[in-house]
């Protein structure tokens, strides 16, 4: 089976989305001490800076899902499928661990060890792996019914100091939890929530294999139901978000809390909005065809290869600002989260020059991309390479 162009489109659009993120959050002179998101502190170029990488996530999750599905059926085989998955999941929590976090905090004591979604998709392959003989609709209508429903978890009326809850609060809410003396574990993207995507991510594979035209049309509908459900349930203000919104001092002001909804975990009106308009970029990307879709699929193609390298390209960077902005290496401080700023001392870039930078990387990795995907693709006897 080929390569399908519109998920390595899209897929490519939310890497090159994902850098953003990323340099904003190492190197934006306020990232440190303030949410980008926080209407008291915020402005709406900083806000909508962050909340459009919000759709990388979900779209990450959602189309490593269905990535798994087209293997499976390239394969036929429900054995070695299963063998694959659980041998990739264990993989990419151990990635998570070792590389990701070094790439995160350039702490070579690993003083923190954070579950992101990297860690999220190996947990979502493991679960698939065990799930592989039931039909396509019965694992859509799981996820789903994850997806709705899991912010009921924080509402069920557990007993003070109940047992069940201290184990299975890791897996519907983030929480820190501390590791020997000098070490913490911090559940980021608690695991259940994000295998709700994964698993609809899984079953919707299936719409891949229909006709161009076909799967243009359903992406089309199921993107424009999404994101009308999303303005018909964030209106109601009842149920499907942690943080109701609320009117502000200014339009702009309510808007921004309007759709200010929540990642951690991935409340029903985040995934709404981003896997909504995912599929409507899913839907537009079946018919364009040119130079510039091509160059977005370079990036699309080799997404674990990307994400690994930016990270550490990204922290070098910094390194790099830090020194021309007059910092000595005794000052550095990678233990304690800030990824080697100076604690307690300003550092930093303006808005303006996060984004030059971030232009930067992407242009960088570009190159980089293109020989790996290159390779991979006259080197496919080398098994290793499906782990990358």
């Known amino acids: 089976m080929k390569r399908i162009l519109s998920i390595d489109i899209v897929r490519g659009i939310v890497m090159i989305i994902m850098a953003l993120d990323h340099v904003r959050d190492m190197m ?43 293997s499976f059926r ?22 998570e661990f070792m590389v990701v976090n070094l790439g995160l905090f ?10 992101e979604v990297i860690a999220a998709i190996g947990f979502g392959f493991i679960t698939l792996s065990l799930l592989l003989k039931l039909s396509a ?48 574990f911090i559940m980021g993207y608690p695991p259940i929530p994000w295998l709700g995507i994964m698993l609809a991510g899984f079953a919707s594979g299936k719409y891949f294999e229909w006709p161009g035209v076909k799967r243009e049309k359903l992406f089309l509908i199921i993107g424009g139901v999404a994101i009308l459900l999303f303005f018909v349930i964030r209106l109601i203000n009842i149920y499907g978000d942690s943080v109701p ?18 990642k951690y975990p991935p409340s029903l009106l985040f995934c709404l909005i981003t896997l909504g308009s995912m599929f409507l970029f899913l839907s537009l990307s079946e018919k364009v065809n040119n130079k510039f879709i091509h160059i977005l699929s370079v990036y699309g193609k080799v ?13 070098f960077i910094l390194i790099a600002v830090m020194f021309l902005q007059g910092f000595h290496g ?23 020059a996060i984004y030059f930078i971030w232009i930067g990387v992407v242009m960088m990795l570009y190159p980089l991309c293109k020989w790996y995907g ?3 693709e006259n080197h496919q006897d080398k098994k290793w390479l499906r782990y990358l």
């Open 303 to 315: 997404p674990l290869f990307y994400f690994l390298v930016h990270f550490y390209l990204i922290h």
């Open 245 to 262: 919104w609320s009117y502000q001092a200014s339009g702009v002001l309510t808007f921004l809390s309007f759709m200010n909804v929540t």
């Open 374 to 376: 290159k390779y991979k």
């Open 106 to 115: 350039f702490d070579l004591g690993f003083h923190t060890f954070i579950f």
């Open 330 to 352: 005794s000052q550095l401080d990678f233990t304690s989260g800030t990824f080697g700023r100076p604690k307690g001392i300003e550092s930093g870039l303006s808005l303006w």
């Open 137 to 184: 609709r019965f694992i859509l209508m799981c996820g789903l019914l994850i997806i709705f429903c899991h912010n009921l978890f924080s509402l069920i009326p557990f007993e003070s100091g109940s047992m069940v809850k201290m184990i299975l609060s890791p897996l519907f809410i983030p929480g820190a939890f501390p590791l020997l003396s000098h070490a913490v």
């Open 28 to 70: 934006h002179v306020n990232s440190i001490t303030q949410s980008p998101t926080n209407l008291v502190t915020t402005s709406p170029m900083l806000f909508f800076t962050r909340w459009v990488t919000y759709l990388c996530a979900p779209t990450f999750v959602f189309l490593a899902g269905t990535s798994a599905y087209l």
């Open 74 to 95: 390239r394969s036929h085989n429900v054995s070695s499928t299963r063998q694959f998955l659980l041998k990739r999941g264990l993989y990419l929590v151990l990635l």
